[in-house]
Protein backbone atom coordinates (compact mmCIF):
# COMPACT_ATOMS: atom_id res chain seq x y z
CA UNK A 1 0.00 0.00 0.00
CA UNK A 2 1.65 3.27 -0.85
CA UNK A 3 0.94 5.57 2.40
CA UNK A 4 2.68 8.42 0.81
CA UNK A 5 0.09 11.80 1.79
CA UNK A 6 -0.37 13.77 -1.31
CA UNK A 7 0.66 17.03 -1.07
CA UNK A 8 -1.59 19.54 -0.13
CA UNK A 9 -2.60 22.95 -2.95
CA UNK A 10 0.83 25.11 -1.97
CA UNK A 11 0.22 28.41 -0.56
CA UNK A 12 2.81 31.14 -0.80
CA UNK A 13 2.67 32.91 2.93
CA UNK A 14 4.78 36.41 2.67
CA UNK A 15 6.92 37.12 6.08
CA UNK A 16 4.15 38.46 8.19
CA UNK A 17 4.94 38.94 11.57
CA UNK A 18 1.62 38.65 13.02
CA UNK A 19 1.32 37.89 17.06
CA UNK A 20 1.49 34.05 17.33
CA UNK A 21 2.99 33.60 20.41
CA UNK A 22 0.34 30.63 21.39
CA UNK A 23 0.79 28.35 18.18
CA UNK A 24 4.71 27.76 19.42
CA UNK A 25 3.96 24.74 21.42
CA UNK A 26 1.15 23.05 18.76
CA UNK A 27 3.92 23.37 15.83
CA UNK A 28 6.52 21.48 17.73
CA UNK A 29 3.96 18.83 18.62
CA UNK A 30 3.32 18.32 14.75
CA UNK A 31 7.04 19.22 14.04
CA UNK A 32 7.87 15.35 13.60
CA UNK A 33 6.16 13.28 10.52
CA UNK A 34 4.14 10.11 11.36
CA UNK A 35 4.08 6.84 9.60
CA UNK A 36 0.67 5.20 8.68
CA UNK A 37 -0.93 2.07 9.88
CA UNK A 38 -4.61 0.53 8.64
CA UNK A 39 -7.47 0.63 11.01
CA UNK A 40 -11.28 0.28 11.04
CA UNK A 41 -13.47 2.84 12.12
CA UNK A 42 -16.97 1.90 13.83
CA UNK A 43 -20.44 4.15 12.62
CA UNK A 44 -19.10 5.17 9.59
CA UNK A 45 -17.96 3.03 6.02
CA UNK A 46 -14.59 1.89 6.93
CA UNK A 47 -11.49 4.26 5.39
CA UNK A 48 -8.02 3.21 5.76
CA UNK A 49 -5.59 5.47 7.32
CA UNK A 50 -3.56 6.59 4.45
CA UNK A 51 -7.04 7.10 1.93
CA UNK A 52 -8.59 9.02 5.29
CA UNK A 53 -5.11 11.06 5.38
CA UNK A 54 -5.19 11.61 1.49
CA UNK A 55 -8.87 12.93 1.65
CA UNK A 56 -8.00 15.76 4.53
CA UNK A 57 -5.15 17.04 2.20
CA UNK A 58 -6.51 16.66 -0.99
CA UNK A 59 -9.86 18.46 -0.20
CA UNK A 60 -10.71 22.10 -0.41
CA UNK A 61 -10.62 24.57 2.09
CA UNK A 62 -14.21 24.92 2.96
CA UNK A 63 -16.49 27.84 3.73
CA UNK A 64 -17.61 27.84 7.31
CA UNK A 65 -18.41 29.89 10.62
CA UNK A 66 -18.04 28.10 14.05
CA UNK A 67 -17.42 28.86 17.72
CA UNK A 68 -13.99 27.35 18.49
CA UNK A 69 -12.79 26.61 22.23
CA UNK A 70 -9.28 26.38 22.43
CA UNK A 71 -7.37 24.83 25.60
CA UNK A 72 -4.38 24.44 27.33
CA UNK A 73 -3.29 22.55 29.73
CA UNK A 74 0.82 22.83 29.09
CA UNK A 75 1.81 23.04 32.80
CA UNK A 76 3.33 26.71 32.21
CA UNK A 77 3.62 28.96 34.98
CA UNK A 78 0.11 31.21 36.34
CA UNK A 79 0.60 34.10 33.77
CA UNK A 80 -1.66 35.99 35.60
CA UNK A 81 1.13 38.72 36.58
CA UNK A 82 1.46 39.08 33.04
CA UNK A 83 -0.58 42.38 31.53
CA UNK A 84 -1.32 40.87 28.36
CA UNK A 85 -4.42 43.72 27.60
CA UNK A 86 -7.01 41.08 27.90
CA UNK A 87 -8.23 39.12 24.83
CA UNK A 88 -5.16 38.52 23.45
CA UNK A 89 -3.61 35.60 21.93
CA UNK A 90 -0.84 35.32 24.80
CA UNK A 91 -4.29 33.81 26.85
CA UNK A 92 -4.22 30.48 24.39
CA UNK A 93 -1.03 29.56 26.65
CA UNK A 94 -3.07 28.89 29.55
CA UNK A 95 -6.73 28.04 30.31
CA UNK A 96 -9.95 27.79 28.03
CA UNK A 97 -10.42 30.59 25.15
CA UNK A 98 -13.40 31.17 22.85
CA UNK A 99 -12.93 32.21 19.77
CA UNK A 100 -15.33 32.92 16.68
CA UNK A 101 -14.45 31.73 12.86
CA UNK A 102 -15.62 32.96 9.64
CA UNK A 103 -13.75 31.83 6.39
CA UNK A 104 -14.91 32.19 2.96
CA UNK A 105 -12.46 28.80 2.07
CA UNK A 106 -10.26 30.78 -0.14
CA UNK A 107 -7.85 34.30 0.89
CA UNK A 108 -10.95 35.82 3.42
CA UNK A 109 -11.36 34.80 7.01
CA UNK A 110 -11.89 36.54 10.19
CA UNK A 111 -11.04 34.89 13.92
CA UNK A 112 -11.74 36.45 17.05
CA UNK A 113 -10.69 35.61 20.68
CA UNK A 114 -13.11 36.51 22.91
CA UNK A 115 -12.16 38.07 26.88
CA UNK A 116 -14.62 39.02 29.37
CA UNK A 117 -14.66 42.14 28.43
CA UNK A 118 -12.34 42.97 25.99
CA UNK A 119 -11.68 41.12 21.90
CA UNK A 120 -8.76 40.57 19.61
CA UNK A 121 -9.15 39.93 16.03
CA UNK A 122 -7.27 38.88 13.02
CA UNK A 123 -8.65 39.67 9.49
CA UNK A 124 -6.99 38.34 6.16
CA UNK A 125 -7.80 39.36 2.59
CA UNK A 126 -5.72 38.10 0.07
CA UNK A 127 -2.23 40.16 -0.07
CA UNK A 128 -3.72 42.14 3.61
CA UNK A 129 -4.02 41.60 7.36
CA UNK A 130 -5.75 43.34 10.34
CA UNK A 131 -5.58 43.08 13.78
CA UNK A 132 -7.72 44.79 16.29
CA UNK A 133 -7.19 44.69 20.14
CA UNK A 134 -10.10 46.29 21.66
CA UNK A 135 -8.14 47.00 24.74
CA UNK A 136 -5.98 49.48 23.10
CA UNK A 137 -8.20 50.62 20.39
CA UNK A 138 -5.55 50.04 17.92
CA UNK A 139 -6.10 48.65 14.48
CA UNK A 140 -2.39 47.34 12.79
CA UNK A 141 -3.00 46.87 8.75
CA UNK A 142 -0.40 44.68 6.62
CA UNK A 143 -0.13 44.87 3.69
CA UNK A 144 2.58 44.20 0.62
CA UNK A 145 3.70 46.92 -1.36
CA UNK A 146 1.64 46.93 -4.73
CA UNK A 147 4.84 45.73 -6.68
CA UNK A 148 5.77 42.65 -4.36
CA UNK A 149 2.21 41.93 -4.24
CA UNK A 150 1.91 42.03 -8.17
CA UNK A 151 5.32 39.81 -8.28
CA UNK A 152 4.09 37.36 -5.78
CA UNK A 153 0.96 37.06 -7.92
CA UNK A 154 3.30 36.34 -11.09
CA UNK A 155 5.02 33.38 -8.91
CA UNK A 156 2.16 31.08 -8.33
CA UNK A 157 -0.87 31.05 -9.11
CA UNK A 158 -2.71 31.71 -5.36
CA UNK A 159 -1.62 35.19 -3.64
CA UNK A 160 0.44 34.94 -0.89
CA UNK A 161 -1.78 34.31 2.43
CA UNK A 162 -0.85 35.97 5.46
CA UNK A 163 -1.18 33.60 8.76
CA UNK A 164 -2.75 36.11 10.38
CA UNK A 165 -5.29 33.58 11.71
CA UNK A 166 -5.10 32.69 15.52
CA UNK A 167 -5.14 28.57 15.69
CA UNK A 168 -8.27 26.70 14.08
CA UNK A 169 -8.86 23.01 13.89
CA UNK A 170 -8.56 23.09 10.47
CA UNK A 171 -5.30 24.95 9.92
CA UNK A 172 -4.15 22.56 13.17
CA UNK A 173 -5.40 19.66 11.75
CA UNK A 174 -3.82 19.28 8.56
CA UNK A 175 -0.64 20.60 10.17
CA UNK A 176 -0.67 17.06 11.78
CA UNK A 177 -2.14 15.16 8.75
CA UNK A 178 0.93 17.00 5.93
CA UNK A 179 3.10 15.28 8.39
CA UNK A 180 1.94 12.06 8.72
CA UNK A 181 4.45 9.91 7.44
CA UNK A 182 7.10 8.27 9.56
CA UNK A 183 7.93 7.84 13.10
CA UNK A 184 4.43 7.21 14.49
CA UNK A 185 1.67 4.61 13.60
CA UNK A 186 -1.80 6.11 12.33
CA UNK A 187 -4.80 4.66 13.31
CA UNK A 188 -8.59 5.37 12.43
CA UNK A 189 -10.60 5.00 16.10
CA UNK A 190 -14.02 5.03 16.65
CA UNK A 191 -16.20 7.27 15.23
CA UNK A 192 -17.23 10.36 17.47
CA UNK A 193 -19.36 13.67 16.90
CA UNK A 194 -18.32 17.06 17.35
CA UNK A 195 -20.10 19.94 17.01
CA UNK A 196 -23.08 17.59 16.45
CA UNK A 197 -21.09 16.00 12.91
CA UNK A 198 -20.17 12.73 12.52
CA UNK A 199 -16.26 12.56 11.95
CA UNK A 200 -13.83 10.09 11.76
CA UNK A 201 -10.79 9.85 14.62
CA UNK A 202 -7.05 10.05 13.37
CA UNK A 203 -4.80 9.08 15.86
CA UNK A 204 -0.95 9.73 15.73
CA UNK A 205 0.85 8.14 18.16
CA UNK A 206 4.81 8.43 18.32
CA UNK A 207 7.17 5.48 17.93
CA UNK A 208 9.61 7.48 20.35
CA UNK A 209 9.86 6.59 23.99
CA UNK A 210 11.47 9.63 25.13
CA UNK A 211 9.35 12.58 23.44
CA UNK A 212 7.01 14.68 25.11
CA UNK A 213 4.19 14.31 22.71
CA UNK A 214 2.06 10.81 23.59
CA UNK A 215 -0.20 11.08 20.58
CA UNK A 216 -2.58 13.71 18.47
CA UNK A 217 -6.53 12.83 17.78
CA UNK A 218 -7.12 14.80 14.60
CA UNK A 219 -11.38 14.42 14.37
CA UNK A 220 -12.21 14.80 10.73
CA UNK A 221 -15.70 16.05 9.29
CA UNK A 222 -17.22 13.05 7.39
CA UNK A 223 -19.12 14.77 4.93
CA UNK A 224 -15.83 17.63 3.92
CA UNK A 225 -13.00 16.27 5.03
CA UNK A 226 -12.54 19.35 7.25
CA UNK A 227 -10.64 18.99 10.57
CA UNK A 228 -13.13 20.18 13.47
CA UNK A 229 -10.95 19.35 16.27
CA UNK A 230 -7.47 18.16 17.25
CA UNK A 231 -6.11 16.98 20.40
CA UNK A 232 -2.61 16.23 21.79
CA UNK A 233 -1.91 14.37 24.32
CA UNK A 234 1.33 14.81 26.65
CA UNK A 235 3.59 11.51 27.94
CA UNK A 236 2.93 12.57 31.10
CA UNK A 237 -1.15 12.53 31.14
CA UNK A 238 -2.80 9.49 28.70
CA UNK A 239 -6.30 10.79 30.94
CA UNK A 240 -6.29 14.50 29.77
CA UNK A 241 -5.16 16.75 26.42
CA UNK A 242 -2.30 18.91 27.42
CA UNK A 243 -4.09 21.02 23.97
CA UNK A 244 -7.56 20.66 22.64
CA UNK A 245 -8.76 22.94 20.04
CA UNK A 246 -12.43 21.87 18.91
CA UNK A 247 -15.28 23.68 17.21
CA UNK A 248 -18.16 23.54 19.45
CA UNK A 249 -20.87 24.66 16.88
CA UNK A 250 -19.77 24.85 12.69
CA UNK A 251 -21.93 25.93 9.58
CA UNK A 252 -20.57 25.05 6.54
CA UNK A 253 -21.97 27.96 3.98
CA UNK A 254 -20.32 31.38 2.73
CA UNK A 255 -20.27 34.02 5.69
CA UNK A 256 -21.74 37.26 4.99
CA UNK A 257 -19.69 39.56 3.32
CA UNK A 258 -20.19 42.39 5.66
CA UNK A 259 -18.67 39.77 8.28
CA UNK A 260 -15.14 38.81 6.30
CA UNK A 261 -15.24 43.01 5.75
CA UNK A 262 -12.78 44.74 7.90
CA UNK A 263 -13.96 47.79 9.28
CA UNK A 264 -11.83 50.12 11.29
CA UNK A 265 -14.20 50.33 14.91
CA UNK A 266 -14.76 54.12 15.15
CA UNK A 267 -12.24 56.36 17.06
CA UNK A 268 -9.68 53.26 16.75
CA UNK A 269 -5.89 54.56 15.65
CA UNK A 270 -4.85 52.84 12.98
CA UNK A 271 -1.13 51.60 12.03
CA UNK A 272 -0.03 51.10 8.63
CA UNK A 273 2.78 48.31 8.17
CA UNK A 274 4.44 47.69 4.69
CA UNK A 275 5.23 44.07 4.77
CA UNK A 276 8.74 42.95 3.13
CA UNK A 277 8.13 40.07 0.48
CA UNK A 278 11.48 38.05 0.13
CA UNK A 279 13.43 37.54 -2.76
CA UNK A 280 12.23 35.62 -5.52
CA UNK A 281 14.84 33.12 -4.75
CA UNK A 282 13.99 32.45 -1.27
CA UNK A 283 9.85 32.18 -2.65
CA UNK A 284 10.36 29.16 -5.10
CA UNK A 285 12.53 27.91 -3.00
CA UNK A 286 9.93 27.76 0.05
CA UNK A 287 6.62 28.05 -2.04
CA UNK A 288 6.08 24.42 -2.32
CA UNK A 289 5.17 22.02 0.73
CA UNK A 290 7.68 18.41 0.04
CA UNK A 291 5.63 15.41 -0.53
CA UNK A 292 8.23 13.90 1.44
CA UNK A 293 10.31 14.23 4.43
CA UNK A 294 13.82 13.33 4.76
CA UNK A 295 14.30 10.83 7.24
CA UNK A 296 17.70 12.53 8.59
CA UNK A 297 17.19 16.38 9.40
CA UNK A 298 20.60 16.74 8.13
CA UNK A 299 19.54 16.16 4.71
CA UNK A 300 17.30 18.96 5.11
CA UNK A 301 18.93 22.72 3.89
CA UNK A 302 18.69 24.84 7.06
CA UNK A 303 19.82 28.45 7.51
CA UNK A 304 23.24 29.53 9.02
CA UNK A 305 23.72 28.86 12.35
CA UNK A 306 20.77 26.34 12.52
CA UNK A 307 21.47 22.77 13.46
CA UNK A 308 19.38 19.63 14.57
CA UNK A 309 20.45 16.71 16.25
CA UNK A 310 18.35 13.41 15.91
CA UNK A 311 14.94 12.59 14.03
CA UNK A 312 11.64 12.66 14.20
CA UNK A 313 9.58 13.43 17.83
CA UNK A 314 13.12 13.37 19.01
CA UNK A 315 15.33 16.42 17.26
CA UNK A 316 16.69 19.21 18.75
CA UNK A 317 16.99 22.46 16.67
CA UNK A 318 19.37 24.74 18.22
CA UNK A 319 20.02 28.16 16.41
CA UNK A 320 23.28 30.04 17.59
CA UNK A 321 24.86 33.38 18.55
CA UNK A 322 20.96 34.63 19.71
CA UNK A 323 21.02 38.04 21.88
CA UNK A 324 17.87 37.21 23.95
CA UNK A 325 18.32 40.11 26.61
CA UNK A 326 18.67 42.53 23.27
CA UNK A 327 15.19 40.76 21.49
CA UNK A 328 13.14 41.52 24.91
CA UNK A 329 14.90 44.71 24.92
CA UNK A 330 13.44 45.14 21.83
CA UNK A 331 16.60 46.22 19.81
CA UNK A 332 15.96 45.62 16.03
CA UNK A 333 19.62 44.83 15.73
CA UNK A 334 18.93 41.11 17.35
CA UNK A 335 16.38 40.67 15.45
CA UNK A 336 18.30 41.40 11.80
CA UNK A 337 20.93 39.17 13.68
CA UNK A 338 18.69 36.00 13.69
CA UNK A 339 19.33 33.43 10.87
CA UNK A 340 17.50 33.72 7.70
CA UNK A 341 16.55 37.38 8.71
CA UNK A 342 18.58 38.75 5.72
CA UNK A 343 17.50 36.77 3.15
CA UNK A 344 13.87 36.76 4.13
CA UNK A 345 13.81 40.94 5.09
CA UNK A 346 16.21 42.27 2.26
CA UNK A 347 19.24 42.89 5.03
CA UNK A 348 19.63 44.67 7.93
CA UNK A 349 17.73 47.43 7.31
CA UNK A 350 14.85 45.68 5.92
CA UNK A 351 14.77 43.89 9.28
CA UNK A 352 14.99 47.49 11.09
CA UNK A 353 12.12 49.12 9.07
CA UNK A 354 10.41 46.24 9.94
CA UNK A 355 11.06 46.07 13.32
CA UNK A 356 10.09 50.20 13.59
CA UNK A 357 6.73 49.50 12.13
CA UNK A 358 5.78 46.73 14.06
CA UNK A 359 7.14 48.30 17.17
CA UNK A 360 5.04 51.76 16.45
CA UNK A 361 5.35 54.62 18.91
CA UNK A 362 6.10 54.10 22.39
CA UNK A 363 7.84 51.30 24.18
CA UNK A 364 6.38 48.07 23.90
CA UNK A 365 4.87 45.82 20.87
CA UNK A 366 1.55 46.05 19.19
CA UNK A 367 0.18 43.60 21.62
CA UNK A 368 0.62 45.15 25.44
CA UNK A 369 2.66 42.57 26.07
CA UNK A 370 5.75 43.06 28.73
CA UNK A 371 7.98 40.60 27.03
CA UNK A 372 10.72 40.78 29.57
CA UNK A 373 8.49 39.42 32.93
CA UNK A 374 6.56 36.87 30.52
CA UNK A 375 9.83 35.31 30.14
CA UNK A 376 10.46 35.44 33.37
CA UNK A 377 7.96 33.72 34.17
CA UNK A 378 8.00 30.55 31.38
CA UNK A 379 11.33 30.39 32.04
CA UNK A 380 13.39 29.23 35.40
CA UNK A 381 17.12 29.33 35.98
CA UNK A 382 19.13 26.07 35.31
CA UNK A 383 22.85 25.92 35.13
CA UNK A 384 24.50 28.14 32.29
CA UNK A 385 21.12 29.71 31.38
CA UNK A 386 17.30 29.41 31.26
CA UNK A 387 14.67 26.88 30.49
CA UNK A 388 11.08 26.37 29.93
CA UNK A 389 9.39 23.04 30.27
CA UNK A 390 5.87 22.72 29.39
CA UNK A 391 4.14 19.16 28.69
CA UNK A 392 4.55 19.45 25.12
CA UNK A 393 7.73 21.52 24.50
CA UNK A 394 11.21 22.49 26.20
CA UNK A 395 12.94 25.53 25.37
CA UNK A 396 16.71 25.85 26.42
CA UNK A 397 18.25 29.40 26.78
CA UNK A 398 21.93 28.88 27.28
CA UNK A 399 24.46 32.26 28.16
CA UNK A 400 26.55 31.39 25.57
CA UNK A 401 24.15 32.65 23.22
CA UNK A 402 22.27 29.36 21.97
CA UNK A 403 18.95 28.49 22.16
CA UNK A 404 17.64 24.87 21.93
CA UNK A 405 13.90 23.27 21.29
CA UNK A 406 12.61 19.85 20.88
CA UNK A 407 9.23 18.14 22.21
CA UNK A 408 11.64 16.46 24.62
CA UNK A 409 12.58 17.27 28.49
CA UNK A 410 14.54 19.91 29.11
CA UNK A 411 17.59 17.37 30.34
CA UNK A 412 17.58 16.11 26.62
CA UNK A 413 18.15 19.66 25.73
CA UNK A 414 20.78 19.88 28.42
CA UNK A 415 22.75 16.82 26.88
CA UNK A 416 22.27 17.94 23.39
CA UNK A 417 24.04 21.27 24.41
CA UNK A 418 26.62 19.60 26.41
CA UNK A 419 25.49 21.92 29.17
Known sequence: MDTTPVTPRSRVRAAWAVPAVAVVAVGAAFAAPPLLASADTAGLPTVQPDELVTRVLEAEPQALS????????????????VQVGGADPVSLLGGSTTLRVWTDGEARSRVSLLG???????????????????SDDEVVHYALSPQDAARAQALRDDPPTPPADLPTPAELGRQALERAQQDATVSVDAATKVAGRDAYQVVVTPTSTTTLVGRIVVAVDARTWTPLRVQVWSSDDAQTPALEVGFTDVTFAAPADSVLTFTTPPGAQVREVTVPLPDDATLAAHGDVPSTLPDDPADAPLPDGVTVTGTGWDAVVEVSDVDVAALLAGDPSAVASLPDVEKSFGGGEGANQLFDQFMGEGDGPPVDLDTATLYDQLTTPVEGGRALQSSLLSVLVLDDGRVLAGAVPVDTLRAVAGA
Not at 66 to 81: E, K, N
Not at 118 to 128: F, K, L, M, P, R
Request: aromatic share 8%.
Open 116 to 134: TASEYSAVTDGTQAWTYSS
Open 66 to 81: GTVVHTARLGLPDLSL
